[in-house]
């Protein structure tokens, strides 16, 4: 069993920073990519920032320039550093993790962790 668990979320002025993290743990053979997604509410889940192969990462255009993903592999921990914030931005946030195992993968999502922007 594998859990993804965020943390960092709350209330943040237009222009405000947040840093969100989710740490895996659990029977991980090997943790793949690693990425943020958001879903505001009357709204699909889309992607906000994740690593794909390797160390690459992909953002959301909405973003770029404003947030940034990183890693800690040792931890198995990825964060989002989110900058600038819109209000429009209020969503929950999830973490999705693709985890290796030693004949098939698998894709793990996190609780969510509530952004919301104040105005």
């Known amino acids: 069993q594998v859990q993804l668990v965020e943390s960092g979320g709350g209330l943040v002025q237009p222009g405000g920073s947040l840093r969100l993290s989710c740490a895996a743990s659990?029977?991980?053979?090997?943790?793949?990519?690693m990425g943020w997604y958001r879903q505001a509410p009357g709204n699909q889940r889309e992607l906000v920032a994740a690593?794909?192969?390797?160390?690459?990462?992909n953002y959301a255009d909405s973003v770029k320039g404003r947030f940034t993903i990183s890693r800690d592999n040792a931890k198995n921990t990825v964060y989002l550093q989110m900058n600038s914030l819109k209000p429009e931005e209020t969503a929950v946030y999830y973490c999705?993790?693709?985890?290796?195992?030693?004949?098939?993968?698998?894709?793990?999502w996190g609780q969510g962790t509530q952004v919301t922007g104040t105005s």
């Open positions: 659990g029977s991980i053979f090997l943790l793949g990519s």
């Open positions: 690593f794909t192969s390797g160390s690459k990462s």
């Open positions: 999705k993790a693709t985890v290796i195992f030693t004949t098939t993968t698998r894709d793990y």
